[in-house]
């Protein structure tokens, strides 16, 4: 099994090895608004005709480490945001969900939620949230199926009342090796609540392009039923 260990964190900064050279901002090189200004790491937000959207309810996070794009990491996010208080405050308590179907059973909660503490949402919308030694599971880790412990940064965008998204910086450890995963994106798209498993929509990992339309790009949450 030690061995074993050593294998699947190799493998992991291997992969990291060969993203080394991708800017942490690259992946909204194409957006017409950057959620994030890459140089100076401010949240830069994205409000709706200047009103904080009322983001309470749950949410459908995934994560795409920039170490592995594709192998995304999902949670369901009870979000809470108190718009009367100066300035306003948001709290987020993240629940993963299993990836591996080896170990549980697929998009069904895996381990246990965490609630890191509420932060101000900026009058442009944006948010910056720190996760400190948050525990992954192996069930949710897509990429090696072991635990991870995550020291991470979120910054983020309140795009609509359906949805929020931004980049995520830190490092997760795997087997005890920090590896550092800067410029990871994330989006979290609302859904109904007690809304799992197969019934879950399409995730989306990343800010959609600016197109005018707040809800670009974001599933329908009135339709549980489409395909995770």
């Known amino acids: 099994m030690q061995g074993l260990g050593k294998t699947l ?4 900064i291997l992969a990291l090895a060969g993203s080394a050279c991708v800017d942490a901002g690259q992946s909204f090189k194409d957006y017409d608004k950057r959620v994030i200004d890459a140089a100076t790491n401010v949240v830069v937000g994205s409000c709706n005709g200047g009103e904080i959207p009322d983001v309470s309810g749950e949410f459908y996070l995934a994560l795409a480490p920039s170490i592995a794009p594709d192998s995304l990491i999902k949670l369901i996010v009870t979000t809470e945001i108190d718009r009367g208080a100066t300035p306003p405050l948001l709290t987020l308590n993240f629940q993963p969900l299993c990836t591996q ?10 381990g246990d939620a965490f609630t890191p503490p509420s932060v101000e949402v900026t009058d442009e919308c944006g948010f910056e949230m720190t996760l ?19 020291n991470l940064v979120l910054l983020g965008s309140l795009r609509s009342t359906d949805l929020y998204c931004g980049i995520v ?8 090796a920090p590896i550092p995963i800067d410029g990871s994106s994330f989006g979290s798209i609302r859904v109904a609540e007690g809304t799992l498993g197969d019934a879950l929509p399409e995730p989306v990992a990343e800010c959609p ?4 339309d707040a809800d670009a790009g974001v599933p329908d949450a009135g339709t549980p039923d489409a395909a995770p």
């Open 209 to 212: 392009a600016d197109t005018g």
């Open 9 to 12: 964190v190799a493998t992991l």
């Open 101 to 110: 179907s080896g170990q549980c059973t697929v998009n069904e909660p895996v």
């Open 169 to 176: 910086n830190g490092t997760a450890t795997v087997g005890g």
């Open 132 to 150: 400190t030694d948050v525990i992954i599971p192996g069930g949710a880790n897509p990429i090696s199926g072991s635990e991870i412990i995550g």
